[in-house]
């Protein structure tokens, strides 16, 4: 069964200060991987696919299948960042569901 | 058009009440997705259409009956619904991902729906 785990329920860090939201997935095959954000009263969006290695809003993500891992990072966080990120990963090709985490809630404090 | 809308934003109904939630795509996509959302919660999957035809129901309640009466339009019939339905409905769609576009799902606003 796929499986994605977000260890964090809360990050709090200072503006200016780095960033990393931490999301490792369990699935035996190749699956897509994602990172969603949900700012407050405003639609779930997407943020960042795997296959695209783009970087958006400076946040990037890098997926180690080694350690099964899809980490989202940024160098510098700003207070605009603060939202709720959702790590998420489809397991096949096709009309596939969404297989969230349990999301992180990043908040950045001036 | 490059959103995907829902309606009714809020909705309150009795739990014999039948209502219905609307959801509606311009994009050209040909699948369609029901999220339910509690609260502080990531959202869980309820059923999908690709091309009109229902290809997964991720085994919910028959209170809950979906609708795809064409490639645009999505609906979600309700009836004799329990408060613990109360949540926050998401309506997404997605292009075909054999055609090279991947897999992103775009997402409506959300109708939010509390069952007295």
């Known amino acids: 069964a796929q499986r994605v785990t977000q260890p964090e329920k809360l990050l709090s860090v200072f503006k200016g200060a780095p960033v990393e939201l931490k999301c490792n997935y369990s699935?035996?095959?190749?699956?897509?991987l994602f990172w969603y954000v949900q700012y407050s009263r405003q639609r779930l969006q997407l943020l960042l696919r795997?296959?695209s290695r783009e970087s958006i809003k400076g946040f990037t993500a890098d997926l180690n299948k080694g350690e099964t891992s899809f980490h989202l990072k940024k160098p510098f966080a700003q207070e605009e960042d603060s939202a709720m990120y959702y790590c998420a990963l489809v397991p096949n090709t096709g009309f596939q569901k969404l297989v969230f985490g349990t999301g992180t809630r990043l908040l950045v404090s001036p | 058009d490059t959103e995907v809308t829902q309606t009714p934003k809020h909705l309150v109904m009795g739990m014999t009440n039948k209502k219905s939630l609307k959801c509606e795509q311009h994009m050209g996509h040909r699948a369609m997705y029901w999220y339910k959302q509690k609260a502080k919660k990531p959202p869980e999957l309820m059923f999908v259409y690709s091309y009109e035809k229902l290809s997964i129901n991720e085994s919910v309640p028959s209170r809950f009956s979906p609708e795809c009466p064409n490639s645009s339009l999505l609906n979600l019939h309700l009836h004799a619904l329990q408060p613990e339905d109360s949540a926050l409905y998401l309506c997404a769609s997605s292009q075909d991902p054999s055609e090279g576009a991947g897999n992103e799902q775009f997402f409506g606003p959300g109708t939010r729906l509390t069952v007295l």
């Open positions: 699935y035996s095959g190749s699956p897509e």
């Open positions: 795997h296959i």
